[in-house]
């Protein structure tokens, strides 16, 4: 993910999650607001229930190559909490996972 595409401010995160309904797939809870500009947004949150720091990362690592790997419409701020159970997942299901959950949301981009 380029930096352009990464929400880190706490405060827009507050922002999302109070404003916006949660959408739960499997192991994920996504939060979508749509806005106006022409860039979309994402961000991550992995808790410390998941792990020690560095299997935390490694799921925010793994996340950040899955999102990369589609294009996606533009307009829209996303959040994606991850619960416990994406421990017990391997890669191949985390992508179809989080791929099937985009479709769903109607955020992928049509080639």
Known sequence: MK????LKRNIDFDRIIQNNKSFRYKNYIIYIEKNNSDQYHFGLSVGKK???AVTRNHVKRQLRAIIDE??????FN???IV????LSEDF????DNLHNAF??????KEI
């Open 83 to 86: 619960k416990k159970g994406i």
């Open 78 to 80: 996303c959040i994606i």
């Open 70 to 75: 589609k294009s996606y419409q533009k307009g």
């Open 50 to 52: 998941v792990g020690n």
């Open 3 to 6: 930096k352009i595409n990464v």
């Open 103 to 108: 479709k769903k949301l109607n955020i992928l």
């Open 92 to 95: 191949s299901s985390m992508r």
